[in-house]
């Protein structure tokens, strides 16, 4: 075991050192800086997050996404490496991101209940809504940005208590011509944060803001020239209360309405705060912005005061120089939505046989697809296809993907489509296939279904090589979880014909495999038994669990293989992995396995728990393969 540890420690290592430092600085036209998203399917992606994952970090160049209307239900994070990057919706009320992740549900805290978290520096948004639509539970946050020299220009915040979290305790952040609704506390956070002619709107008697500026920090929340409005119901609300002692919060020009308490602020039950908060006004106007009964210990700015309360003090860095400094906050034009970019083309769907499916039965097509938690699967499959999805520039190598399920269902977007909209950006053309699920309603013999339908997809791949612009001597096999165990199967028993009809000689064998936490053997003491029930029944012959156990049909003509898997996870166990990479070794078989202490089953593209995104590791290995 020591043995193995230190061969998967030097495969990561090598893994990671590949690319030749040069190349983090060199070619900058090689990379993609201009991303599509939309619903219809007529963008590069459909899923913001894909597009987020699909992007280079520390791009080269500013990176645009242009995201077409539509509301896409997604917890989206764009991390710290990926700065640089401009979203702009074709229209704030129509191009909606949206979740319902809130405090209290027994998974997330106020800080991860976000929808969206911004932490790339130099962001830029327009013309999107963010909403966090949980409802009145709790904290429940729409936006949580800790990123610098960020821009909202014409946005919309839509939730609750806790809506906007304007986090980092030394970042600056614009929010331009922006709407903002909430009950409590609904824009908080120790930013930096500017609201310039913004429409505030309150549901609640309750509070706007509740800051928690970091001692010393000169300015905190700062509303220019805004607008506050209230729900009919709302008799008093507050301008801001302490999160913090040193709270920092300043209104300018605003128009205030009737339901603005008197005092107008609060100490959170803590005197003691009275002493250290900021809390100003300056000419605000309406009938809440009548001063004389303020408290004592929030200030009116005089003239001289207010005039320092320039975007150029507010946002500009005041102890280094840095050109174009003030260019970040300055051009407040919105950027016209280029429609141009989308287009009308939509993946094709390809059948897999001209006729019936080999061993299927006659019966009525029962396939359905269902869409919760953010993704897609779809059940009771009988009539198998293949998605096709071609790049623009393709590479010549090409993936068949198949998605997991358990054998049970397909998570034909979490596993697959989502995987290959982020090939193409690579130049790999990609086929999601919707194989057959073992049920006896469809299926003479269900448990080679899904074999016969791999094998059938590879012939189709390497028949149509031409066409498509590939290679036929670089197309691969990737699969999930139970996708990972056909995925396995099909880069084992290429040898074996799966159906004896077929007098196609076009090889089957996939020129190499990613097997992604994948079931590989059918061993009762490591499997995932539902999988192995769904395929080969409750009471399995020997002889069916020593054909699907992989790890034992490994053998020299093998090809490459590259296996991810968490030690965590709790439904496939990472012995399958570890059992299918030692049968590697002893083939000699060219293998390089990943392994994260932690992440769980079907983590997708995106392992949460890591910064090591294997992803990178994989676009790394494929242009390693000759």
Request: hydrophobic share 35%.
């Amino acid at each position: 075991m020591r043995h193995l540890n230190r061969i998967i420690f030097l495969a990561l290592f090598l893994c990671s050192w590949r690319q030749p430092l040069s190349a983090q600085t060199a070619n900058p036209g090689q990379y993609k800086y201009v991303f599509t998203v939309a619903k219809d399917g007529t963008g590069d992606f459909t899923f913001i997050q894909d597009a987020i994952n699909a992007m280079r970090g520390f791009p080269l160049a500013p990176i645009t996404l242009y995201i077409k209307n539509g509301v896409y239900k997604e917890k989206v994070l764009l991390p710290a490496n990926n700065t640089d990057v401009t979203f702009i919706g074709e229209s704030v009320d129509s191009t909606i991101i949206t979740f319902s992740d809130y405090s209290g549900d027994g998974v997330h805290g106020t800080f991860s209940s976000y929808t969206v978290k911004i932490s790339g520096n130099r962001f830029v948004a327009e013309n999107i809504t963010f909403a966090n639509e949980a409802g009145r539970v709790g904290q429940a946050v729409a936006i949580f940005v800790d990123a610098d020299q960020v821009v909202f220009r014409n946005c919309k915040f839509l939730g609750n208590q806790d809506t906007v979290y304007t986090g980092g305790e030394n970042t600056r952040q614009y929010y331009f011509q922006c709407y903002i609704e909430g009950t409590t506390d609904f824009i908080f956070g120790p930013a930096t944060a500017v609201f310039d002619r913004c429409h505030i709107h309150a549901k609640t008697n309750s509070y706007i803001t509740a800051a928690n500026t970091p001692k010393g920090k000169k300015y905190g929340m700062v509303f220019l020239d805004c607008q506050i409005t209230t729900d009919p119901s709302v008799t008093k609300l507050y301008l801001g209360r302490p999160w913090r002692a040193y709270s920092n919060t300043v209104f300018l020009r605003c128009e205030l309405p009737a339901p603005i308490a008197p005092a107008g602020w609060d100490n959170w039950g803590n005197p003691e705060n009275e002493k250290t908060v900021t809390y100003a006004e300056y000419r605000n106007t309406g009938p809440g912005a009548i001063t004389d009964k303020r408290v004592a210990w929030s200030k009116q700015l005089s003239t001289k005061e207010a005039r320092k309360f320039t975007l150029e003090h507010l946002l500009s860095n005041e102890t280094i120089l840095i050109p174009d400094e003030r260019s970040w906050y300055m051009n407040n034009r919105t950027k016209p939505f280029d429609a141009t970019l989308f287009t009308a083309a939509k993946p094709e769907v390809w059948s897999l046989y001209p006729g019936d499916a080999p061993n299927s039965l006659k019966a009525p097509n029962e396939e359905k697809a269902v869409t919760h938690d953010n993704v897609t699967r779809v059940s009771k499959v009988s009539q198998p296809t293949m998605i096709v999805y071609k790049p623009s520039r393709p590479n010549g190598r090409s993936i068949i993907i198949c998605p997991g399920g358990g054998y049970g269902i397909l998570a034909i977007d979490k596993e697959g489509t989502r995987l290959a909209e982020v090939f193409n950006s690579w130049g790999i053309t990609a086929f999601v296939l919707k194989y057959r699920l073992p049920d006896p309603a469809y299926c003479k013999d269900p448990s080679i279904a899904p074999l016969q339908d791999a094998q059938q997809a590879m012939r189709m791949v390497r028949s149509r090589a031409k066409e498509l612009g590939i290679d036929p001597r670089k197309v691969g096999i990737m699969g999930f979880s139970a996708g990972g165990h056909l995925a396995a199967t099909a880069t084992t028993h290429f040898d074996f014909k799966a159906d004896p009809q077929n007098m196609d000689t076009t090889s089957v064998r996939p020129d190499f495999a990613l097997l992604i936490y994948p079931v590989i053997s059918f061993d009762e003491t490591i499997t995932h038994m539902g999988s192995r029930t769904n395929l080969i029944g409750k009471e399995p012959n020997p002889e069916a669990i020593q054909f699907f156990s992989n790890e034992k049909q490994v053998g020299a003509n093998t090809p490459p293989v590259f296996l991810v898997h968490a030690g965590d996870d709790g439904a496939v166990s990472v012995e399958n992995s570890l059992r299918f990479y030692r049968a590697c070794i002893q083939y000699k078989v060219p293998a390089e396995m990943h392994l994260y202490p932690k992440g769980g089953h079907g983590f997708g593209m995106y392992n949460t728990t890591t910064r090591d995104n294997w992803m990178d590791r994989l676009q790394t290995w494929l242009l390693g393969l000759k």
